[in-house]
């Protein structure tokens, strides 16, 4: 073994013992399983703002779809900061919009027949911003509205925030020719993988600046280290690329929220490397995981170190998507603590209910996940798919561990499999339980490889 490897094996089991007292530092005497929901949802409460209004048309916003009312969100935003926080409201009509930064106290209030369209000039999402591009840290073009070291901001309201994501713009980007690219024209490939090979090599985020050139599709609504984030009754349609993405952030609420949009990458729901987030009673209808659950990506993820923690779903429905509730891919610094609760699944688009999908790239620790009293109509896949697996499977040296994970009370009209695990001999998925299960018209015979500790209690497949 060369010195190289040598290297590499040292960082690996470093950062797999630094990651595994992380996660035994929780008190042994919190509340375990269901019974610490109640507990964590006092945490979770949303910001409360100061009774005063800034109507966007008074900063010079005109609602014709066509006037850039950039400066006028702005001013608004700035005045309404300034004065101590209340709402800024955009009445009636069509806004037409670049970046929107939301700054401490501002309750951006979209109106009921409101709607936010914003531009499909990646101009005018610069100057780059500080963010994440698929679970890695850049300087990158500013998602659609943004927030950085914020406290006290929300987005509510009736109205519609249109990114008018397209194959003939953004999603284009994305390289593929089911979405608008050609060969010959731009495309996100080359940078992704340069941003990759930064965060792989440590290479400083000051230095990893994207944006004009690059192709690398922004995000709708992306907080940044923030805290008390509220997104209530709004609906995002049509993203560049995820739809919600709150990164590091602390007392999250996303209620009633509807997110729409079939185009590349676009995740309904991904908290990453947050603490204490509710997501209930939305709909999620996407053409990629409606949730997804991240704490970033390889050695940038490792590097940050923070875990996605305290994550609670209740009431969603879930139409398309690759997933209903989903762990990873980047979840390099841990998940731990997710409750999932009375939702409802079905579409022959949608792929799976249940998902945890992560490979000897990401490692990481997940444990904690529970989930209950679901109801599925159909699903194209698995009901319950665990998969080390995903992308680059067993090719890396930071081996992932999946554990104390529950799965009750869910009916299943319709899948291809039941339940579908594989993990590695090496690290086994272990305490898996699912209980008092009905799946229904499964076409194949579950699979279950490397699964320490399985118990599967009243569960029916076929009605056998």
Partial sequence: MNVAHLNLLYISLLCFITASIAFAQQDPSDPQGWDAVPSILKRIFPPAFPDKDFIVTKFGAVGDGKTDCSRAFRKAIEKCNASGGGRVVVPKGTFLAGAIHLKSNVNLYISKNATIRFSVDPNKYLPVVFTRWEGVECMNYSPLIYAYEQENIAVTGEGVLDGQGANDNWWSWKGK?????????????????????????????????????????????????????????????????????PVLCQNVSIIGVTVEGLGPNNDGCDPESCTDVLIKNCLFNNGDDCIAIKSGRNADGRRVNMPCENIIVQGCRMKDGHGGVVIGSEMSGGVRNVYAENDTMDSPKLDRVFRIKTNAMRGGIIENVFMRNIKVGEVAEAVVKIDFYYEEGDSGSFTPIVRNIEVKNIESEKSKFGVWIRAYDRSPAENIRIESCTFNNVAEPNVIENVKNLDLIDVKINSK
């Avoid at 992306?222 to 560049?240: D, H, Q, R, Y």
């Fill in 177 to 245: 020719k089911e979405y608008g690219w050609e060969p010959g024209t731009p495309d996100q490939n080359e940078a992704r993988e340069k941003l990759f090979e930064m965060g792989e090599s440590r290479v400083p985020v000051t230095q990893r600046v994207f944006g004009e050139g690059f192709f690398l599709r922004p995000n709708f609504f992306a907080p940044s280290k923030c805290k008390n984030v509220l997104l209530e009754g709004i609906t995002f349609k049509n993203s560049p690329m995820w739809f919600i993405n």
